[in-house]
């Protein structure tokens, strides 16, 4: 099957589509698995970034099939980095790396369009995989796969899109971003077996992913702290130690987490909660027919596939979907702390019938319609 990619093609042609189009091999990268490649790559990227402007197709760098060890690439510019598929190039990280293997940090120059008149930068990735050395140290809190910074103010008319990516192995996050003023689209990308977090996101909006895969994470699948506006559709979170979904935030943050919203989701297996709703200020987060089963993995009595704690201010809903039988050891709505909201539940299934715990003597914060038990 022809790969296709899924971004515009009409924003990234210029007056010759081939004109941008930069292969490491050429700058002396070996892709080997030996060879330390950070500079080959860096010098194609700083080519291909200096191609695509004003007008003209986004230059691309094209890895080709192998294996790239690198100690930190930086994408300041619009640019394409494209693979011959996630199964076949590879960018490895050099053991003993401490920093983001790939960072995003667009600066806006009057250079940096996609054509001539749009505002708009590009980053995009496609096709491949990237990864850590199974030496690096554990528990670095700076040692994430993808990192998606703020550069400048300007940084809200930034795009950036991930394609068929994957980010596996890190000592700290797989993806990680804080204060990202720019929109994000991650489509059948999978962020699995990192240290941390399979995405760590904070004070952000505007982010969508679509058939993406956060699976065997050592603390949570996707942690959200003050995001607003995160689009999840048909994702599967699995297999975390913590949570595979963990939203939050504090009293003591500023702005609020809003209109976040998780369509046809699975969330499967996690060590305590499938999803912790753990927030002080998140408004109006809705699930729409999303599917949980087999939580509390590690047996607690406390532990649930859905959690809802200290939710002062806002709402949740729950739309649709399924709840698997719950084992001996879980509930499958669990109301951890007092709370001054509803979580509303319409039209959700429960194979076995609901197992609610409330354990802080407010039952009726529990709303139920057009419930269906179902064997």
């Known amino acids: 099957m022809t790969y296709v990619p899924w971004w515009p093609t009409a924003s990234l042609s210029g007056d010759s589509a081939n004109s941008g189009t930069v292969n490491p091999l050429d700058y002396g990268a070996k892709f080997d698995g030996v060879t330390n490649d950070t500079a080959a790559i860096q010098s194609a990227i700083n080519e291909a970034k200096g191609r695509g402007h004003k007008g003209r197709a986004l230059g691309k760098v094209v890895l080709p099939p192998g294996v790239a060890l690198i100690t930190g690439l930086l994408l300041d510019r619009s640019v394409v980095i494209e693979g011959a598929g996630n199964h076949a190039s590879f960018l490895k990280t050099v053991a003993g790396t401490t920093g983001a293997a790939l960072t995003i ?40 796969g993808l990192q998606i910074s703020t550069a400048d103010v300007n940084q809200a008319t930034t795009i950036v899109l991930l394609d068929r990516i994957n980010i596996a192995g890190f000592p700290a996050h797989g993806i990680k971003s804080e204060g990202f003023a720019g929109t994000v689209q991650a489509r059948d990308c999978l962020f699995h077996n990192n240290r941390l977090n399979g995405a760590d996101i904070a004070f952000t909006n505007d982010w969508w992913f679509t058939n993406c895969a956060f699976a065997v994470n050592g603390q949570d699948g996707v942690s959200l702290y003050g995001c607003s506006q995160m689009i999840f559709t048909t994702c599967n979170m699995y297999s975390s130690t913590r949570y595979n979904v963990n939203l939050f935030n504090t009293v003591a943050t500023t702005g609020n987490a809003c209109n976040n919203r ?114």
Request: charged residues 15%; glycine residues 10%.
């Open 105 to 144: 940090a667009v600066a806006h120059d009057g250079n940096n369009y996609v054509a001539e008149g749009d505002p708009q930068a590009h980053v995009c990735l496609s096709n491949f995989t990237l990864m850590s050395s199974k030496s690096d140290v554990p528990g670095q809190t700076n040692g994430h």
């Open 262 to 375: 998780f369509f046809g989701c699975s969330f499967d297996r996690a060590g305590q909660h499938g999803v912790n709703y753990d927030v002080r200020q998140n408004l109006d987060t809705e699930f729409h027919g999303c599917y949980w089963q087999l939580n509390s993995l590690l047996g607690y009595q406390n532990y649930y596939d859905f959690c809802v704690r200290d939710n002062v201010l806002g709402g949740c809903k729950i739309i649709g979907g399924w709840f698997r039988t719950p084992t001996d050891a879980v509930y499958n709505i669990g109301i951890a702390t007092p709370t001054n909201q509803v979580v509303d539940l319409t039209s959700v299934a429960f194979a076995g019938g609901l197992n609610a715990a409330t354990t802080c003597n407010a039952p009726q914060r529990l709303t139920v319609e057009n419930r269906a038990a179902v064997a």
